[in-house]
């Protein structure tokens, strides 16, 4: 007989259950969150500079002998006062205005852009040969310095807009080109073809960075390289600067006359300058606009060539942190829109630079922050004040992707006992140390 032997079961084995619950843990970053700075601090920083330094600079360069016989010596300081105060509050309005909006005024701004354009034409006055101001009670503006960013704003918006479709020839440039065309034609009936070399340079860049092809783009370099040959070719002022900036001292007397002031001025500084206030270019009124489109070479006569230097530096930090805000925008309008303000500022930057050292051909445009100017002193702030609300938005939505910063409890009367249980388990100054530090670990986790 045989006996049937029961199956073996291994018994089940249970986790072990702690006898004291296990607390989550939840950081709370509410301080370290609120100490991140929403706006970019190096690039307020140097703009700031360079609009005191160019403060300095207007009255160093327009107070000289005949303007003190006149009466007048600190009128075009005060007058610079004026712009630079309202430009300041145009870089704080729109520093926190949402850059959003600016989309749905696009096409109305352009089309007021080319009636101001038309405007000039017709019923501007005459400076200096060329008619770009309209005279309005108590100033007066140069529609082509808004122009360039409104044009800025309305690349940014088109190439959002259109995506993917930006390497189609239909879509990237014939929309693009129409609108570029009508503001160079009506520039150029100024005549300003510093302003046409800057939105031409600015379509072309701004659609190769959005991922044109380049073919399109060589192909149009070609054929704009042409024009501009043939536009300088046919009118004697342009053929006459261009040949003053191949051998200023040969045409000293006539459109060389600038180039060679402006290489005395930066000459006779040297390395530390002849001070503040001193310079013989300056004083005795030799350098012609040496504070609005030759501010650089006052800089170079007073300042030498380390406040030169100083000024290309905060530049660089404005370009710098310019694209750094540009790169981090994941929106497209608002990395666009960054990439073509910094380009637009380092472009007109760099232009002066080399105008002022006698490298180009004169084209008539100011240092932006530094020259006199109201139109471009209004227009430079009002795109650092943009520029700034792009990156402030970025810091912001960096914080909201982790989460808006815990509020604090109200306060409450508590008891010793009651606080001591509300406490957390470990205690200490070494725990403390202990959970700061997985905090800041935490945080940097975040905004990596």
């Known amino acids: 007989m045989t006996v049937a032997t029961p199956e073996f079961t291994p ?23 609120r100490r991140v700075a929403p706006w970019d601090f190096p690039l307020l920083a140097a703009v700031v500079l360079l609009m005191g330094l160019g403060a300095v600079m207007v009255y160093s360069a327009t107070i000289n002998e005949s303007t003190q ?18 430009g300041v509050s145009l870089l704080i309005t729109f520093t926190f205005v949402d850059y959003k909006r600016l989309r749905p005024f696009v096409y109305p701004g352009l089309a007021a852009i080319v009636g101001l354009l038309i405007l000039v034409i017709v019923a501007g ?53 129409l ?8 520039s150029l009936f100024q005549p300003d073809f510093g302003t046409s070399v800057i939105l031409v340079i600015l379509m072309f860049t701004m659609l190769f ?25 046919s009118n004697d002022m342009r053929l006459g ?53 030759f501010i650089l070479s006052v800089v170079g006569e007073q300042l030498g060539v380390l406040g030169m230097v100083l000024v290309a530096v905060a530049f660089i930090v404005v370009v710098y942190r310019g694209m750094r805000i540009a790169a981090r925008t994941e929106e497209a309008f608002g990395r666009f829109l960054a990439f073509g303000i910094t380009l637009l500022l380092g472009l007109q930057a760099v232009i002066n630079m080399l105008v002022a050292v006698a490298l180009i051909p004169t084209k008539g445009l100011t240092l932006p922050f530094v020259s006199y100017g109201g139109s471009s002193m209004l227009v430079s702030t009002a ?39 509300q406490a957390p388990a470990a205690s200490g100054w070494r ?4 959970r700061k530090r997985k905090q800041r670990q935490t945080l940097a986790e975040v905004l990596e």
Request: charged residues 15%.
């Open 11 to 33: 018994p089940t084995l249970q986790p072990k259950v702690p006898s004291t619950p296990v607390r989550e843990y939840t950081p709370d970053l509410s301080q370290e969150l």
């Open 69 to 86: 016989l006149a009466g007048d010596g600190a009128l075009k300081l005060e007058t610079h006062l004026v712009h630079l105060t309202v």
């Open 125 to 177: 006055f005459e400076a200096g040969n060329a008619r770009r101001w309209i005279a309005l009670p108590g100033f007066n503006i140069q529609p082509a310095e808004i122009a360039k960013l409104g044009f800025v704003v309305f690349l940014a918006h088109s190439i959002a807009k259109k995506g993917g479709r930006i390497r189609q020839f239909s879509v990237a440039f014939v929309p693009h080109f």
């Open 179 to 186: 609108i570029c065309s009508v503001l160079i034609v009506l």
């Open 209 to 233: 960075a959005a991922g044109t092809r380049a073919s399109y783009i060589v192909l149009f370099v070609f054929v704009g390289g042409f024009l501009a040959f043939q536009a300088i070719a």
């Open 241 to 293: 600067r261009v040949m003053a900036a191949i051998d200023p001292w040969a045409h000293r007397e006539g459109r060389g006359f600038q180039m060679v002031a402006s290489q005395i001025a930066i000459g006779s500084g040297g390395w530390t300058g002849q001070g503040i206030g001193y310079g013989g270019q300056t004083l005795t009124g030799f350098l012609p606009e040496g504070e609005t489109d």
């Open 383 to 421: 795109a650092i004040g943009i520029l700034l609300n792009i990156s402030r938005s970025h810091g912001i939505a960096t914080l909201r992707a982790y989460g808006p910063p815990s509020e604090p409890a109200p306060a409450t009367k508590q008891s010793a006992k009651a606080r001591r249980q």
């Open 431 to 434: 725990s403390l140390f202990k």
